[in-house]
């Protein structure tokens, strides 16, 4: 599934967002997104998930013009995700299916209610959750909740996986274990991935492509007249275990706001060596 970005502006009365974002997403790719914190990042996941429409230009999915409401060839993980407290891990995990396959009842019986039940529990298990499946959300940790969501968010087999800053309340070591695991979820289905994240370092071991959003333009006496864009476009390779990082490719040029500009590229540029 190809997402073809067409000049997408986002404008909410007289505040830009965003403006001018271009972009051509392949099937499989695994896009971090960083930027300044209210530059636009969730606004720009809400516009592939379809929760709000662009105010300008186009989103094409493998050509196609976006459907207008968000559908289950989409899934998307929050930073602080709420699973359903009164229902088991099993159960939070098959209510997914359950909706989708039984829209009015919600629920399922029969061969249909085995066969949801197997693949909620095959999803556990590769989300590492087999061992705590009757427990409630309640009693998880932060961790096994982010775990849950993901599991959610995958069993309708969406072809992309929205992420909002999914780890950014989660301790180091954790953390460490959910980049494996999004890592291996990723190889295993190739879903293409968008994340946001406020971690740069994150950013660039988990992508394949690095997206920098920032404003191009500033008028300091009206900071709402513009939006930002996608400024840097990177594509991280991995070879083996190695990942090689190949020049960042500026997309446009950047304004007067070099202090920003330049720390933001110190910053790049430190990370890739
Ligand atoms: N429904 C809305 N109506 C009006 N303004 C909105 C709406 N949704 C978002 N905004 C504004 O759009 C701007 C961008 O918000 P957004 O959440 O996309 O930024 P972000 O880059 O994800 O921020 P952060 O990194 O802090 O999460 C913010 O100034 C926010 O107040």
Redesign the pocket.
């Known amino acids: 599934m190809s997402i073809q970005i067409k000049n997408v502006w986002k404008e909410?009365g007289q505040?830009v967002?965003l403006e001018k974002v271009s972009l051509k997403v392949e099937q499989g790719e695994f896009c971090t997104l960083v930027?300044?914190?209210?530059?636009?990042?969730?606004?720009?996941l809400r516009m592939l998930l379809a929760e709000e429409q662009p105010t300008r230009g186009q989103i094409l999915i493998d050509g196609e013009a976006m459907p207008a409401e968000p559908g289950p060839d989409r899934g998307v993980v929050f930073q602080r995700y709420s699973v359903f407290p009164h229902l088991t891990v099993l159960q939070n995990v098959m209510l997914g299916m359950e909706i989708e396959q039984s829209p009015f009842w919600g629920r399922l019986s029969g061969s249909a209610k085995k066969q949801a039940e197997a693949e909620a529990r095959s999803m556990l298990e590769s989300v590492g959750l087999t061992h705590v499946c009757n427990h409630y959300p309640d009693a998880l940790s932060g961790g096994m909740q982010q775990r849950l969501a993901i599991a959610q968010a995958l069993i309708k087999k969406p072809r992309i996986l929205l992420l909002d800053?999914p780890f950014g309340a989660l301790d180091p070591g954790i953390r460490a274990d959910m980049h494996d695991l999004i890592l291996d979820l990723w190889k295993q289905t190739g879903i293409t991935i968008f994340m946001?994240t406020?971690d740069i370092k994150e950013a660039f071991h988990l992508g394949s492509r690095l997206l920098v959003?920032d404003k191009v333009r500033h008028d300091p006496q009206e900071p709402a007249a513009y939006g930002a864009s996608i400024t840097y476009d990177i594509p991280l390779e991995t070879k083996g275990s190695r990942r090689m990082y190949p020049e960042v490719r500026k997309v446009v040029t950047v304004s007067e706001h070099k202090a920003d500009r330049n720390s933001a590229m110190l910053l790049l540029q430190k990370e890739a060596a």
């Open positions: 909410y505040r967002i930027g300044a914190s209210g530059c636009g990042k969730t606004t720009f800053e946001v406020h959003f």
